[in-house]
Each structure stands twice: as structure tokens, then as C-alpha cells.
């Protein structure tokens, strides 16, 4: 596991910031504890342990009444597969399921069964994201709960401050989720909010934040923050529902201007 590095002028432009590195087990998770992941991609020359895990499954909710159903589809054109998502609740299909990753994602669900989130990766360690999915009468909804967090992010870290900033920096304001990194962790109190990490995860082009996390609680659907909390706390409170080991990144680095 690759710790976060402080940012300093004679880092390699090319250097990432990243909290865990992609699962090299099949359907062992990533971010959550308790979720369970999949391949995006099932490569036609893929090593027997891929073959496995290529093959439908199903990600069962804790009632045991709905599922996540996970299977590969051929590729028009090549040998690869790609995987394809749907929901089916007390026998009745709900619809097909957006992943927010093109490398590999997880599915957890809420423990009273009336939602799941899937975290996503595009490219294996850095860019991942979340989705959070309700399950209601009408059917499958899809949320975005992470629109006041990740304001309160890029202001608590003020990317044009930074030391040795993005040329571009308004750019981190106008487009945070280009920039921050959203991991879900785990639910709170059924599926009425969830625990979220986000991170500063881009290049050393966003200079002295790089790596910088906060966690926070989120009210569902609202997004209404309930908790915030610093990396220490937050790692206090929720190391034991990650599936890799926090690291505590160094204190940020801003410009004397």
C-alpha cells in the first residue's frame, strides 16, 4: 500500500496521490470493507483467477429479497467482455445499473436493503467515484448526494493558494469532480446517509493540496452534510469499515503570496 507524499517543488510532475491501489483478488474489495468488486473488462487472455470472477454472479442485498446482478457481455469486434449491471427486487427487474468506474468497481448495500452505492475507478488508482442507487415503489433511482461536500472540499483547500499551483486552478472550482476523488465507505442508520472519503487525487499538478482528504457523513438523498471530519478523526471513527489502511497525509502546502 503506497502511502500520500507532501508535495514539494522537485516532485516529478507525473507523481499521483493515492490512499490504496487496486484489488488484486476477485471480489475482494477496494474501498469498503464490506463491498464486493468486479472487473469492468473481462479480458479474452485473462489469467484463470479473472476467468472466475468474469463469470455472473449475483451481489445480494441483506434481506436476501433483492439483488445486483453482475454478468459479462462480448464486445462487438474482439474476444473481451464487458460487464453489465441490472437490479432485480422481490422477483421483479428494477432496470440496468451506470457504473461510475471503467477499471473495477464494488457494490455495497445499505443494511435495511433499500439502497447500494458502487465506487469506480478509471484508471486503477487515481479519478474514482460513486454512485448511490435507491430502491422505491416506482422503481430504481439513481442520487447525487456529493454536491455540498465537495464545495466544502476545494474550500477548505483553496487550489489557486496551493504551492507551485495548476495553471489553470479555477478550473478545480468551476469542475471539482474532475478533480476530487469521492470513495464510498460505509452507511449510517439503515440507508438514510452514507460515509464518504474525499481526496485531492490528480497529478502534482494541483501542487502543495495534493493527497489532502476529509471525510464527512452525508444525509440521503439531500446530501446535506451531518459530519465532517479531518483525516485524523475520520480515520478513527472509520478505519475498521475501509479495506485498506488509512493513511494520514501531511499537512498541506500553500503558496507565501
Known sequence: MLSNHKFHLSALLSLFSFQFSISATPNQPIWSKNAVSFPVVCYSNSRPARQKVCKPFKIISPDGNSYVQVEYKRNPGN???????????????????????FVEDEVLWSPDSKAFFINGNNNANTDYHVYVYLLRDSGLTIVDPLHHALKDMIRTFPACRALNPYEHCEDVVEHPSDW???????????????????????????????????????????????????????????????????????????SAK
Open 79 to 101: 474476444e473481451d467482455s464487458l460487464v453489465d449491471l441490472s437490479v432485480v427486487s422481490g422477483g421483479k427487474a428494477l432496470g440496468a445499473v451506470g457504473m461510475p468506474g
Open 180 to 254: 476530487v476523488g469521492v470513495a464510498g465507505i460505509d452507511w449510517v442508520n439503515g440507508s438514510s446517509s452514507i460515509v464518504v472519503m474525499l481526496e485531492m487525487n490528480e497529478s502534482s499538478m494541483v501542487g502543495g493540496i495534493l493527497g489532502q482528504v476529509l471525510g464527512y457523513e452525508i444525509e440521503i438523498p439531500t446530501g446535506k452534510i451531518l459530519r465532517r471530519m479531518e483525516a485524523k478523526d475520520f480515520a478513527r471513527r472509520w478505519q475498521h469499515s475501509m479495506a485498506w489502511k488509512f493513511n494520514i497525509p501531511d499537512p498541506p502546502e500553500y
